[in-house]
């Protein structure tokens, strides 16, 4: 069955610091993976996606992401976090077949503490 | 335009109301997803439509009824609801799953309160 682990509930990083949030997913066959952002009270920004093809993607923001199929993760990265990063991030995974067509398996998030 | 627009941005209604929370996008995708978001948690699958088709219902009681009129609208209609339904309801839509697979683009939801 698909599932996500986002091991880091709360991350706390100051201002000018690197970033990663990590992110492990249970999928049969090669996954559909993403990364989204939420400030409270608001909706889902997608930052980045990856399907195939080089496993080091780029977002928006600043962010990257790596896809390693050996370790089943899909950690995503920035080098200098801004305040205005503070958010939940939700890494997901997305089924492509079957009766599963179309679903996003979510992580449970990571919620982001900037310090100035 | 790249939006995935969701009406009301905040509704409060009674056990005994009905009401019917919209959803609009105008990026040609064939299929549209009601989720639900309670705080500090991932959103939950309701539904998916697929060229306009119900292809998932995640066993989501009756009093949650989806509609999808073309392509480009997707409704939530709303009756007898529990308070403990209150949450933040979002809609998104994906290009088609033969195109992008199920990559969504989310609206900025809804805050649904039930008293």
């Known amino acids: 069955a698909q599932s996500v682990t986002q091991p880091d509930i709360h991350i706390t990083v100051s201002e000018g610091a690197s970033l990663e949030l990590r992110c492990n997913y249970s999928?049969?066959?090669?996954?559909?993976l993403f990364w989204y952002v939420q400030s409270p009270g608001q909706g889902l920004q997608l930052l980045l996606k990856?399907?195939?093809?080089?496993?080091l993607v780029q977002g928006i923001k600043g962010f990257e992401a790596e896809f390693k199929r050996s370790q089943s993760s899909f950690n995503l990265r920035k080098p200098s976090v801004h305040w205005s990063d503070a958010a939940e991030y939700f890494c997901?995974?997305?089924?492509?077949?079957?009766?599963?067509?179309?679903?996003?398996?979510f992580g449970r998030g990571t919620q982001l503490t900037v310090w100035p | 335009d790249t939006e995935v627009t969701q009406t009301p941005k905040h509704l409060v209604m009674g056990m005994t109301n009905k009401k019917s929370l919209k959803c609009e996008q105008h990026?040609?995708?064939?299929?549209m997803y009601w989720y639900k978001q309670k705080a500090k948690k991932p959103p939950e699958l309701m539904f998916v439509?697929?060229?306009?088709?119900?292809?998932i219902n995640e066993s989501v009681p009756s009093r949650f009824s989806p509609e999808c009129p073309n392509s480009s609208l997707l409704n939530l209609h709303l009756h007898a609801l529990q308070p403990e339904d209150s949450a933040l309801y979002l809609c998104?839509?994906?290009?088609?799953?033969?195109?992008?697979?199920?990559?969504?683009?989310f609206g900025q939801g809804t805050r649904l309160t039930v008293v």
């Open positions: 439509y697929s060229y306009e088709k119900l292809s």
């Open positions: 997901a995974v997305g089924a492509d077949r079957g009766s599963t067509l179309g679903r996003l398996y």
């Open positions: 999928y049969g066959a090669t996954p559909y």
């Open positions: 998104a839509s994906s290009p088609g799953f033969w195109t992008a697979g199920p990559e969504a683009f």
């Open positions: 990856y399907f195939s093809g080089d496993t």
């Open positions: 990026m040609g995708h064939r299929a």
